[in-house]
């Protein structure tokens, strides 16, 4: 009867853990709908919803990296206006408080199609977009396309690689040559967002202190010059596993981590 019980017990608690995951999805769907119905129908208000006040937007011109300030590119919208711009969200990953999306853009006028990679954090209880990256897919031959996205998730592999590497090692270099040199770790402390300066994040590992730290990449999508990461690093001094959710951006040929946001959680040795 006892061990009837624990298994019913154990089997409520992942159904609950299943159900809580499904409503947070939801939510992050809401809240990324806010942002492509509002982009469309010419309605700033929406949009401004969807997104955190001090969000912005990545891109790559001319292998350069372009910032676009979040609170100029919303008043752009004109209220009322019809954009011909069809969106739809391809994937949502979510851990905790944090959560990464895939969105695609079509726009018919142009035969064009942008991808959006975005980070979300779950502050005061209501998620929202923290900043995202924009690529914008130029057509290619099959076997060109084939080609380059060998060639590219290595290179963003290595990337990856410098950031764990460079962390578990105490490498700094590694570090800068991961991240971008503006880039910002964003995580939620006390239901409130809480930023970390990249700078200040590097200086914290000293050259040559390894630190018991295990990296482990467990998943990569990108287009073109733009990419998404999510990464496990396991801390068993701590009794800790961190998950990162990674932008990258391809800049002068090679891949920089722009922005950063992590939850974390116990785990059982």
Known sequence: MKKALI?????????????NAQTE?????????????GTANGNPDK??????KDFNLFLIQEDTLRVIDGKGYIERIEKGKKYNRIGRIISIDCENDAASVKVEVYFPDTKRI???YLLLLKIKGQWKILHKIINLKNYQKIEDLVSNEKKGL?????????????TANGEPIKLEKAFHQDFNLYYIKDDSLSIIPGKQYI????EGKKNNRIGNILS?????????AKVQVLMPDRNRIAIDYLLLLK?????????????????DK
């Open 7 to 19: 298994i019913f017990l154990t089997l409520n608690f992942i159904l609950v853990l299943k159900l």
């Open 25 to 37: 999805v939801e939510q992050i769907n809401a809240t990324v709908m806010k942002y492509t119905e």
């Open 47 to 52: 949009v401004r919803e969807a997104f955190h």
């Open 114 to 116: 942008a991808t959006d």
């Open 154 to 166: 290595k290179e963003i592999k290595e990337t990856l690689s410098n950031y764990i590497d460079g």
């Open 203 to 206: 200086g914290n590992f000293k």
């Open 220 to 228: 990569l999508d990108y287009e073109n010059n733009a990419g998404l």
């Open 251 to 267: 800049i002068k040929n090679e891949w920089k981590i722009i922005h950063k946001s992590f939850t974390s959680k116990n785990y």
